[in-house]
Protein backbone atom coordinates (compact mmCIF):
# COMPACT_ATOMS: atom_id res chain seq x y z
CA UNK A 1 0.00 0.00 0.00
CA UNK A 2 0.99 3.35 -0.83
CA UNK A 3 -0.07 6.91 -0.04
CA UNK A 4 -0.95 9.12 2.90
CA UNK A 5 -3.19 8.10 6.08
CA UNK A 6 -4.25 10.11 8.16
CA UNK A 7 -6.19 10.14 11.74
CA UNK A 8 -8.43 11.91 14.28
CA UNK A 9 -7.44 11.48 17.81
CA UNK A 10 -10.30 11.14 20.38
CA UNK A 11 -9.04 10.85 23.15
CA UNK A 12 -10.89 8.85 26.52
CA UNK A 13 -9.95 8.87 30.38
CA UNK A 14 -9.96 5.26 31.19
CA UNK A 15 -8.86 4.05 34.40
CA UNK A 16 -10.14 0.56 33.49
CA UNK A 17 -11.72 -0.95 30.43
CA UNK A 18 -15.40 -1.08 31.70
CA UNK A 19 -15.29 3.09 32.38
CA UNK A 20 -14.83 6.06 30.34
CA UNK A 21 -14.94 9.68 30.46
CA UNK A 22 -14.52 11.38 26.51
CA UNK A 23 -12.19 14.16 25.73
CA UNK A 24 -11.47 15.08 22.28
CA UNK A 25 -8.34 16.26 20.22
CA UNK A 26 -6.87 16.29 16.94
CA UNK A 27 -4.10 15.28 15.56
CA UNK A 28 -3.05 14.53 11.99
CA UNK A 29 -0.56 12.65 10.62
CA UNK A 30 1.08 11.59 7.29
CA UNK A 31 2.52 8.34 6.85
CA UNK A 32 4.12 7.09 3.46
CA UNK A 33 3.01 3.49 3.58
CA UNK A 34 5.72 1.21 1.76
CA UNK A 35 4.52 -3.06 0.98
CA UNK A 36 4.51 -4.29 4.58
CA UNK A 37 3.58 -7.07 6.63
CA UNK A 38 1.10 -8.36 9.46
CA UNK A 39 0.69 -10.47 11.85
CA UNK A 40 1.68 -14.20 12.61
CA UNK A 41 -0.16 -17.23 14.74
CA UNK A 42 1.42 -20.73 15.78
CA UNK A 43 -0.21 -23.97 16.24
CA UNK A 44 -1.38 -27.29 15.06
CA UNK A 45 -4.81 -29.78 14.91
CA UNK A 46 -8.25 -28.62 14.08
CA UNK A 47 -11.73 -29.32 15.63
CA UNK A 48 -15.29 -28.70 13.79
CA UNK A 49 -18.74 -28.66 14.76
CA UNK A 50 -22.19 -28.34 12.50
CA UNK A 51 -22.26 -30.11 9.48
CA UNK A 52 -21.35 -29.19 6.28
CA UNK A 53 -23.39 -26.96 3.81
CA UNK A 54 -23.22 -29.06 0.79
CA UNK A 55 -26.15 -30.19 -0.71
CA UNK A 56 -28.02 -28.87 1.93
CA UNK A 57 -28.57 -25.20 1.29
CA UNK A 58 -27.47 -23.65 4.26
CA UNK A 59 -24.66 -21.67 4.94
CA UNK A 60 -21.55 -23.06 6.44
CA UNK A 61 -18.61 -20.90 7.53
CA UNK A 62 -14.99 -21.40 8.95
CA UNK A 63 -13.26 -20.11 11.51
CA UNK A 64 -9.45 -20.20 11.21
CA UNK A 65 -8.07 -18.74 14.73
CA UNK A 66 -4.66 -19.57 16.77
CA UNK A 67 -5.39 -22.17 19.22
CA UNK A 68 -2.01 -22.76 20.44
CA UNK A 69 1.34 -20.96 19.92
CA UNK A 70 2.81 -17.14 20.35
CA UNK A 71 -0.62 -16.09 19.27
CA UNK A 72 -2.88 -18.88 20.89
CA UNK A 73 -3.98 -16.02 23.70
CA UNK A 74 -5.93 -14.79 20.70
CA UNK A 75 -7.57 -18.08 20.56
CA UNK A 76 -9.82 -17.50 22.61
CA UNK A 77 -11.40 -14.09 21.82
CA UNK A 78 -11.42 -14.81 18.13
CA UNK A 79 -13.50 -18.36 19.01
CA UNK A 80 -15.64 -16.79 21.07
CA UNK A 81 -16.41 -13.73 18.79
CA UNK A 82 -17.14 -16.24 15.72
CA UNK A 83 -19.72 -18.34 17.85
CA UNK A 84 -21.53 -15.25 19.54
CA UNK A 85 -21.66 -14.06 15.98
CA UNK A 86 -23.43 -17.52 15.01
CA UNK A 87 -25.69 -17.33 17.39
CA UNK A 88 -27.10 -14.05 17.16
CA UNK A 89 -27.11 -15.02 13.65
CA UNK A 90 -29.17 -17.80 13.56
CA UNK A 91 -31.35 -16.35 16.92
CA UNK A 92 -32.07 -14.15 14.07
CA UNK A 93 -33.66 -16.36 11.32
CA UNK A 94 -30.52 -17.51 9.90
CA UNK A 95 -29.36 -17.07 6.58
CA UNK A 96 -31.97 -17.60 4.01
CA UNK A 97 -34.13 -19.13 6.07
CA UNK A 98 -31.41 -21.57 7.66
CA UNK A 99 -29.28 -22.00 10.76
CA UNK A 100 -25.78 -21.51 9.85
CA UNK A 101 -23.09 -24.41 9.97
CA UNK A 102 -19.57 -23.94 11.47
CA UNK A 103 -15.87 -25.85 11.53
CA UNK A 104 -13.56 -24.42 13.42
CA UNK A 105 -9.84 -25.37 12.54
CA UNK A 106 -6.31 -24.15 14.11
CA UNK A 107 -4.74 -21.79 11.87
CA UNK A 108 -1.37 -22.15 13.75
CA UNK A 109 1.57 -19.82 12.52
CA UNK A 110 3.67 -19.69 9.19
CA UNK A 111 6.62 -21.67 11.31
CA UNK A 112 4.12 -24.81 10.51
CA UNK A 113 3.14 -24.07 7.19
CA UNK A 114 1.88 -27.59 7.08
CA UNK A 115 -0.65 -27.22 9.65
CA UNK A 116 -1.56 -23.88 7.45
CA UNK A 117 -2.19 -26.14 4.65
CA UNK A 118 -3.91 -28.85 6.47
CA UNK A 119 -5.96 -26.48 8.67
CA UNK A 120 -7.31 -24.61 5.79
CA UNK A 121 -7.87 -28.08 3.66
CA UNK A 122 -10.62 -29.31 6.79
CA UNK A 123 -12.25 -26.05 6.67
CA UNK A 124 -12.68 -25.89 2.72
CA UNK A 125 -13.57 -29.90 2.78
CA UNK A 126 -16.83 -28.82 4.97
CA UNK A 127 -17.45 -26.74 1.77
CA UNK A 128 -18.02 -23.36 4.06
CA UNK A 129 -19.21 -20.22 1.99
CA UNK A 130 -16.49 -17.92 3.40
CA UNK A 131 -13.39 -18.14 6.13
CA UNK A 132 -13.53 -16.11 8.55
CA UNK A 133 -9.26 -15.77 10.26
CA UNK A 134 -6.53 -15.67 10.60
CA UNK A 135 -5.69 -12.95 12.58
CA UNK A 136 -1.95 -12.97 10.51
CA UNK A 137 -0.68 -11.92 7.60
CA UNK A 138 2.22 -14.76 6.68
CA UNK A 139 -0.76 -17.46 7.85
CA UNK A 140 -3.00 -15.64 5.65
CA UNK A 141 -0.34 -15.64 2.82
CA UNK A 142 -0.01 -18.96 2.78
CA UNK A 143 -3.25 -20.07 2.56
CA UNK A 144 -5.71 -17.51 0.37
CA UNK A 145 -5.06 -19.20 -3.03
CA UNK A 146 -6.28 -22.16 -1.82
CA UNK A 147 -9.22 -21.00 -0.73
CA UNK A 148 -9.69 -18.54 -3.88
CA UNK A 149 -9.10 -21.62 -6.21
CA UNK A 150 -11.80 -23.50 -3.90
CA UNK A 151 -14.13 -19.24 -5.16
CA UNK A 152 -13.68 -19.11 -0.98
CA UNK A 153 -13.30 -15.67 0.13
CA UNK A 154 -11.30 -15.42 3.21
CA UNK A 155 -12.30 -12.61 5.64
CA UNK A 156 -9.34 -11.87 8.12
CA UNK A 157 -9.96 -10.39 11.29
CA UNK A 158 -6.43 -9.20 12.13
CA UNK A 159 -3.97 -9.50 8.83
CA UNK A 160 -2.73 -6.43 8.96
CA UNK A 161 0.36 -6.54 6.10
CA UNK A 162 -0.43 -3.62 3.46
CA UNK A 163 0.70 -6.48 0.96
CA UNK A 164 -2.13 -7.84 1.42
CA UNK A 165 -4.30 -4.96 -0.34
CA UNK A 166 -5.93 -6.08 -3.32
CA UNK A 167 -3.82 -8.96 -3.11
CA UNK A 168 -7.09 -11.25 -4.77
CA UNK A 169 -10.57 -10.89 -4.98
CA UNK A 170 -11.13 -13.58 -2.12
CA UNK A 171 -9.51 -11.88 0.41
CA UNK A 172 -11.10 -9.14 2.60
CA UNK A 173 -10.37 -7.77 6.09
CA UNK A 174 -12.33 -6.01 8.55
CA UNK A 175 -8.89 -4.42 10.44
CA UNK A 176 -6.90 -1.73 8.86
CA UNK A 177 -3.46 -2.23 7.00
CA UNK A 178 -0.54 -1.59 9.46
CA UNK A 179 0.45 1.44 7.74
CA UNK A 180 -2.27 3.31 10.08
CA UNK A 181 -1.24 1.43 13.32
CA UNK A 182 2.74 2.56 12.00
CA UNK A 183 1.87 6.02 11.62
CA UNK A 184 -0.02 6.35 15.23
CA UNK A 185 2.39 4.41 17.12
CA UNK A 186 4.93 6.99 15.65
CA UNK A 187 2.80 9.97 16.54
CA UNK A 188 2.86 8.44 20.46
CA UNK A 189 6.64 7.90 20.16
CA UNK A 190 7.20 11.56 18.99
CA UNK A 191 4.53 13.41 21.36
CA UNK A 192 6.12 11.40 24.28
CA UNK A 193 9.26 13.65 23.42
CA UNK A 194 11.68 10.39 22.86
CA UNK A 195 14.51 11.72 21.28
CA UNK A 196 17.04 8.19 21.08
CA UNK A 197 14.82 5.18 20.38
CA UNK A 198 15.96 1.43 19.65
CA UNK A 199 13.14 -0.98 18.18
CA UNK A 200 13.41 -4.71 19.11
CA UNK A 201 12.36 -6.31 16.48
CA UNK A 202 11.53 -10.12 14.84
CA UNK A 203 11.99 -11.27 11.61
CA UNK A 204 8.50 -11.78 10.69
CA UNK A 205 6.49 -10.07 8.08
CA UNK A 206 4.27 -8.25 10.70
CA UNK A 207 7.38 -7.10 12.36
CA UNK A 208 9.70 -5.85 9.76
CA UNK A 209 6.65 -4.46 7.69
CA UNK A 210 5.43 -2.48 10.90
CA UNK A 211 8.97 -1.30 11.62
CA UNK A 212 9.39 0.09 8.28
CA UNK A 213 6.37 2.17 8.49
CA UNK A 214 7.48 3.38 11.98
CA UNK A 215 11.20 4.08 10.26
CA UNK A 216 10.05 5.78 7.94
CA UNK A 217 6.91 8.10 9.65
CA UNK A 218 9.72 9.04 12.25
CA UNK A 219 12.23 9.92 9.42
CA UNK A 220 11.54 13.73 9.16
CA UNK A 221 11.29 13.62 13.26
CA UNK A 222 13.34 14.63 16.10
CA UNK A 223 13.76 11.22 17.05
CA UNK A 224 16.90 9.02 16.87
CA UNK A 225 16.76 5.25 15.58
CA UNK A 226 20.21 4.32 17.76
CA UNK A 227 19.38 0.85 16.93
CA UNK A 228 16.83 -1.80 15.29
CA UNK A 229 16.47 0.22 11.58
CA UNK A 230 17.64 -2.89 10.46
CA UNK A 231 18.55 -5.04 12.32
CA UNK A 232 16.40 -8.30 14.07
CA UNK A 233 16.51 -11.54 15.62
CA UNK A 234 14.92 -14.83 14.65
CA UNK A 235 11.00 -15.82 16.27
CA UNK A 236 12.68 -19.18 17.08
CA UNK A 237 15.43 -17.36 19.70
CA UNK A 238 15.01 -18.29 23.25
CA UNK A 239 17.68 -16.75 24.82
CA UNK A 240 17.88 -13.02 24.77
CA UNK A 241 20.61 -11.93 26.30
CA UNK A 242 22.91 -10.85 23.77
CA UNK A 243 19.72 -8.70 22.32
CA UNK A 244 19.48 -7.03 25.21
CA UNK A 245 23.22 -6.05 25.94
CA UNK A 246 23.23 -4.60 22.39
CA UNK A 247 20.09 -2.74 23.24
CA UNK A 248 21.36 -1.39 26.49
CA UNK A 249 24.48 -0.11 24.58
CA UNK A 250 23.03 1.85 22.24
CA UNK A 251 21.80 4.13 25.06
CA UNK A 252 18.14 4.72 24.15
CA UNK A 253 15.30 6.69 26.00
CA UNK A 254 12.69 3.98 24.83
CA UNK A 255 12.80 0.64 23.24
CA UNK A 256 10.04 -0.36 21.27
CA UNK A 257 8.99 -4.04 20.90
CA UNK A 258 7.52 -5.62 17.88
CA UNK A 259 7.26 -8.91 18.74
CA UNK A 260 4.63 -11.99 19.97
CA UNK A 261 5.04 -14.32 23.18
CA UNK A 262 8.85 -13.83 23.17
CA UNK A 263 8.15 -10.35 24.57
CA UNK A 264 8.16 -12.56 28.07
CA UNK A 265 11.20 -13.48 27.71
CA UNK A 266 12.81 -9.99 26.18
CA UNK A 267 10.80 -7.99 29.45
CA UNK A 268 12.53 -10.59 32.00
CA UNK A 269 15.67 -10.63 30.44
CA UNK A 270 15.37 -6.20 30.44
CA UNK A 271 14.45 -6.83 34.13
CA UNK A 272 17.93 -9.14 34.45
CA UNK A 273 20.10 -6.48 33.06
CA UNK A 274 18.55 -3.40 34.79
CA UNK A 275 17.17 -1.85 31.66
CA UNK A 276 14.17 0.76 32.56
CA UNK A 277 10.90 -1.52 31.85
CA UNK A 278 8.86 1.93 31.89
CA UNK A 279 9.88 3.06 29.12
CA UNK A 280 9.00 0.38 26.61
CA UNK A 281 6.57 0.70 23.78
CA UNK A 282 4.67 -2.24 22.31
CA UNK A 283 2.00 -2.97 19.62
CA UNK A 284 -0.88 -5.31 18.65
CA UNK A 285 1.32 -8.55 18.46
CA UNK A 286 1.93 -8.52 22.09
CA UNK A 287 -0.28 -5.80 23.67
CA UNK A 288 -2.21 -8.58 26.59
CA UNK A 289 -2.76 -8.87 30.22
CA UNK A 290 0.83 -9.83 31.52
CA UNK A 291 -0.39 -9.59 35.30
CA UNK A 292 0.51 -13.37 35.56
CA UNK A 293 3.78 -13.43 34.02
CA UNK A 294 5.48 -10.20 35.69
CA UNK A 295 5.68 -8.50 39.53
CA UNK A 296 3.45 -5.76 39.81
CA UNK A 297 4.48 -2.37 37.74
CA UNK A 298 7.00 -4.06 35.68
CA UNK A 299 5.16 -2.29 32.56
CA UNK A 300 3.37 0.46 34.27
CA UNK A 301 2.27 3.59 32.22
CA UNK A 302 3.90 1.83 28.64
CA UNK A 303 2.20 3.02 25.90
CA UNK A 304 0.83 0.28 23.19
CA UNK A 305 -1.34 0.19 20.35
CA UNK A 306 -4.31 -2.48 18.90
CA UNK A 307 -6.29 -1.40 15.39
CA UNK A 308 -9.52 -1.66 15.82
CA UNK A 309 -12.31 -0.14 18.21
CA UNK A 310 -12.06 -1.17 22.05
CA UNK A 311 -14.69 -3.95 22.75
CA UNK A 312 -17.56 -2.13 25.06
CA UNK A 313 -18.18 -3.54 28.18
CA UNK A 314 -21.63 -4.81 27.04
CA UNK A 315 -19.94 -6.92 24.32
CA UNK A 316 -17.23 -8.27 26.37
CA UNK A 317 -19.65 -9.69 28.70
CA UNK A 318 -21.50 -11.13 25.51
CA UNK A 319 -18.46 -12.94 24.55
CA UNK A 320 -17.10 -14.06 27.92
CA UNK A 321 -20.83 -15.68 27.98
CA UNK A 322 -19.60 -17.58 25.47
CA UNK A 323 -16.19 -18.66 27.11
CA UNK A 324 -15.47 -17.67 30.28
CA UNK A 325 -11.81 -17.65 30.19
CA UNK A 326 -11.25 -15.21 27.81
CA UNK A 327 -8.94 -12.55 29.22
CA UNK A 328 -8.29 -10.52 26.12
CA UNK A 329 -10.37 -9.04 23.06
CA UNK A 330 -8.13 -7.93 20.89
CA UNK A 331 -9.59 -8.85 17.53
CA UNK A 332 -12.94 -9.78 18.91
CA UNK A 333 -14.97 -7.38 17.22
CA UNK A 334 -13.37 -7.70 14.15
CA UNK A 335 -14.43 -11.34 14.06
CA UNK A 336 -18.01 -10.77 15.15
CA UNK A 337 -18.00 -8.21 12.45
CA UNK A 338 -16.52 -10.73 9.78
CA UNK A 339 -19.08 -13.32 10.35
CA UNK A 340 -22.09 -11.07 10.45
CA UNK A 341 -20.66 -9.58 7.00
CA UNK A 342 -20.40 -13.22 5.49
CA UNK A 343 -24.21 -13.78 6.48
CA UNK A 344 -25.63 -11.00 5.23
CA UNK A 345 -23.45 -11.59 1.64
CA UNK A 346 -25.20 -14.68 1.58
CA UNK A 347 -28.40 -12.92 2.62
CA UNK A 348 -28.04 -10.27 0.20
CA UNK A 349 -27.16 -12.56 -2.89
CA UNK A 350 -29.44 -15.37 -2.32
CA UNK A 351 -27.12 -18.23 -2.03
CA UNK A 352 -24.74 -19.58 0.54
CA UNK A 353 -21.84 -20.31 -1.92
CA UNK A 354 -18.27 -18.07 -1.67
CA UNK A 355 -18.84 -16.87 -5.24
CA UNK A 356 -21.78 -15.34 -4.31
CA UNK A 357 -20.89 -13.76 -0.77
CA UNK A 358 -17.40 -12.67 -2.73
CA UNK A 359 -19.56 -10.69 -5.01
CA UNK A 360 -21.73 -9.32 -2.20
CA UNK A 361 -19.44 -8.17 0.55
CA UNK A 362 -18.36 -4.92 -0.40
CA UNK A 363 -22.51 -4.00 -1.00
CA UNK A 364 -23.31 -5.15 2.82
CA UNK A 365 -20.24 -2.93 3.83
CA UNK A 366 -21.90 0.36 2.37
CA UNK A 367 -19.75 0.26 -0.58
CA UNK A 368 -22.82 1.46 -2.92
CA UNK A 369 -24.86 3.23 0.07
CA UNK A 370 -27.56 1.77 1.51
CA UNK A 371 -29.55 2.83 5.13
CA UNK A 372 -27.80 2.16 8.14
CA UNK A 373 -27.86 -0.82 10.43
CA UNK A 374 -26.33 -2.36 13.57
CA UNK A 375 -26.94 -5.37 13.76
CA UNK A 376 -28.29 -8.54 11.73
CA UNK A 377 -31.28 -8.56 12.50
CA UNK A 378 -31.84 -5.19 11.61
CA UNK A 379 -30.04 -5.71 8.50
CA UNK A 380 -31.54 -8.81 7.44
CA UNK A 381 -34.85 -7.20 8.18
CA UNK A 382 -33.91 -4.24 5.47
CA UNK A 383 -32.75 -7.33 3.44
CA UNK A 384 -35.48 -8.68 3.47
CA UNK A 385 -37.67 -5.44 2.17
CA UNK A 386 -35.78 -5.04 -0.55
CA UNK A 387 -33.21 -2.21 0.80
CA UNK A 388 -29.75 -1.99 0.11
CA UNK A 389 -27.58 -1.87 3.67
CA UNK A 390 -24.27 -0.06 5.16
CA UNK A 391 -23.92 -2.35 7.89
CA UNK A 392 -22.34 -0.32 11.11
CA UNK A 393 -20.25 -2.79 13.17
CA UNK A 394 -18.88 -2.93 16.25
CA UNK A 395 -15.30 -2.28 14.86
CA UNK A 396 -16.09 1.21 13.47
CA UNK A 397 -14.80 0.80 9.91
CA UNK A 398 -15.73 2.51 6.48
CA UNK A 399 -17.23 -0.16 3.85
CA UNK A 400 -14.45 -1.82 2.04
CA UNK A 401 -12.80 0.22 -0.68
CA UNK A 402 -11.66 -1.28 -4.22
CA UNK A 403 -8.84 -3.68 -2.35
CA UNK A 404 -11.35 -4.84 0.02
CA UNK A 405 -9.55 -3.23 3.26
CA UNK A 406 -12.09 -0.92 5.90
CA UNK A 407 -12.02 2.37 3.57
CA UNK A 408 -11.51 4.07 6.99
CA UNK A 409 -10.74 2.29 10.42
CA UNK A 410 -9.68 2.53 14.10
CA UNK A 411 -6.55 2.30 16.19
CA UNK A 412 -6.46 2.29 20.39
CA UNK A 413 -3.87 3.77 22.31
CA UNK A 414 -3.94 1.62 25.70
CA UNK A 415 -1.18 2.11 28.74
CA UNK A 416 -0.07 -0.51 31.01
CA UNK A 417 -1.46 -0.26 34.53
CA UNK A 418 0.35 -1.28 37.85
CA UNK A 419 -0.94 -5.29 37.12
CA UNK A 420 0.58 -5.08 33.71
CA UNK A 421 -2.59 -5.08 31.86
CA UNK A 422 -3.20 -2.92 28.93
CA UNK A 423 -5.98 -0.19 29.48
CA UNK A 424 -7.94 1.70 26.92
CA UNK A 425 -6.35 5.39 26.43
CA UNK A 426 -7.62 6.81 23.53
CA UNK A 427 -8.90 6.30 20.15
CA UNK A 428 -7.34 7.68 16.85
CA UNK A 429 -9.72 7.11 13.71
CA UNK A 430 -7.85 6.97 10.24
CA UNK A 431 -8.42 6.91 6.50
CA UNK A 432 -6.98 4.02 4.48
CA UNK A 433 -5.72 4.82 1.19
Known amino acids: MTGFIGYTDTGHVHPRRSTRMAVRATALVAAAAIGLSGLTACGSGSSSSGPSSSGSGALTLGGFFPETGSLSYLGPDTVAAFKLAIKDINAAGGVLGKNVNTAIADSSDADHADQNTSGVQSLLAKKPGAIIGSPSSSVTKNIYKQAAGSKVPVISVGATSPSLSGIDPYF ?159 YAAETYDATVLAALAAQKGKAADGETIKNNLPAVSGADGGTKCKSYKECLALLKSGKSIQYQGLTGIGPFNKDHDPSSANIGVYKFDENNKPVFDHLQSGKVS
Open 172 to 330: FRTIAPDGVQGAVMSNVIEQDGVQKLAIAVFNDEYGTGLRKVIVNTLANSNVDIVYGKTETFDPTETNFSSLVTTLKAAKPDAILVIAFDQTKQIVKEMISQGVNTNKLYLTDGNTQDYSGDFTAGVLKGDPATIPGAEASDAFQKRVKSIDSSVKNFT
